[in-house]
């Protein structure tokens, strides 16, 4: 069974019809390489995938649970699907651990002694246990990036969404950073992610999305998409990239 269920997905802002029938099923432990140039749609389908955006028709389903459009189904939603950012959007003023303890509290509920436990443990999975007590400003972007990662981990999350989140880095912080995507990758975590770094979709993604003008243009294994392009809009994309 799909465990991310995307059925002829329909978003509008105003009169810009921005996904246009959207159809993608994700099994547990696929990652998923979402590519296509800017303006195609790309934040616009993670962000409705855990629940930041309402959609208009069709269906998204996680794990079994249908998405329905009302609050209560949302926060459950956003519950269960974890998102990272080009912006790590860490608290300036609490420590790398302080970070991953707040969310865990605030949303889970979930007790302080517990929360620090989890806290040190996701830092230490993104190789960051001896910076828990470093403040956002003493960490470089790849390790801010690395603490949001652990952040999300915290929640539990059954499948994350990544949205370039390399984009924001000097060149030299991006490795680390994709070093712990496929990490986790490896370890069987779902993902789906928005990305430009093509050499890493070709070798630890397992199907490439590539949309274009909010359609699924192309998708399919990245040994197909890459190498054996069908359209002309694909073929100038990976031309550009
Ligand atoms: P991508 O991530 O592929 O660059 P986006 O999903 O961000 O594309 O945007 C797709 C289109 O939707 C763009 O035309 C963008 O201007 C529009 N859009 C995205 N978010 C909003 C919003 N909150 N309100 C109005 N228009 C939006
Ligand atoms: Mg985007």
């Known amino acids: 069974m799909s465990l991310i ?3 002829e997905v329909r978003k509008s802002f ?27 749609g790309k ?6 995938i855990n629940g930041l955006e309402l959609i208009d028709n069709g269906s998204i389903s996680v794990a079994g649970a249908g998405l329905l459009p009302d609050e209560l189904h949302l926060k459950a939603l956003r519950l269960k699907v974890g998102m990272i ?19 865990q509290m605030v949303v889970r509920k979930t007790p302080k002694a517990e929360a620090e436990a989890m806290a040190r443990k996701m830092l230490e999975r993104v190789g960051l246990g001896h910076k828990y007590d470093a403040f ?20 539990q999350p059954i499948a994350l969404l990544c949205d370039e989140i390399t984009s924001a880095l000097d060149p030299e912080l991006v490795a680390e950073v994709l070093g712990v995507v496929r990490e986790l990758a490896s370890e069987g975590m779902t993902l789906l992610m928005v990305t430009h ?4 979709a ?26 054996d392009p069908k359209t002309p809009e694909l073929k100038q994309f990976l031309g550009m990239h």
């Not at 950012?85 to 970070?99: D, E, I, K, R, Y």
């Open 5 to 7: 269920e995307i059925t």
């Open 14 to 40: 105003g009169a810009n019809e921005v996904l246009k029938g959207i159809n993608i099923d994700v099994d547990p432990g696929e990652v998923i390489a979402i590519i296509g140039k800017s303006g195609s």
């Open 43 to 48: 934040s616009t389908l993670l962000r409705c």
């Open 85 to 103: 950012f080009q912006q790590f959007n860490l608290f300036p003023h609490l420590t790398a651990g302080g970070n991953v303890v707040l969310s």
């Open 136 to 155: 956002p400003d003493e960490l470089s972007g790849g390790q801010q990036q690395r603490v949001a990662i652990a952040r999300a981990l915290a929640m």
């Open 197 to 200: 770094e093509m050499k890493f």
């Open 202 to 227: 070709r070798d630890v993604c397992s199907r490439v999305v590539f949309m274009h003008q909010g359609r699924v243009h192309e998708i399919g294994k990245p040994e197909e998409v890459f190498a």
